[in-house]
Nanobody, 124 residues
């Protein structure tokens, strides 16, 4: 059974940093690209970024603008989202997702497995 479990969300102030993590089990982790998405209340799920199988390539959404960094540790089956200079508009539930071969990396339907999400709230 595949499980993706996010952790590390919380309430922070604008300008703060936060790192959310995703622990994967039940799959050959290094065979999956790992994406991060977020969803604000009343909004659609939004692509944040994706890291390749080996971690040598990362693609970010334009709104990240150098503030976020995605990394992975294949030995530990972990993927991380480091968020700096947080803004109130970054508030939402953050999800990690595993995709065997997501041809369109920004499309949620291209990913095979999802975590339950972790809430990130940024106050102004």
């Amino acid at each position: 059974q595949v499980r993706l479990v996010e952790s590390g969300g919380g309430l922070v102030q604008a300008g703060d940093s936060l790192r959310v993590s995703c622990a994967a089990s039940g799959l050959t982790f290094s065979s999956y690209a790992m994406g991060w998405f977020r969803q604000a209340p009343g909004a659609e799920r939004e692509f944040v970024g994706v890291i390749s199988y080996s971690g040598d390539s990362v693609t970010y959404a334009d709104f990240v603008k150098g503030r976020f960094t995605i990394s992975r540790d294949n030995a530990k089956n972990m993927v991380y989202l480091q968020m700096n200079s947080l803004k109130p508009e970054d508030t939402g539930v953050y999800y990690c997702a595993a995709g065997a071969s997501p041809r369109r990396i920004g499309v949620a339907a291209m990913y095979d497995y999802w975590g339950q999400g972790t809430q990130v709230t940024v106050s102004s």
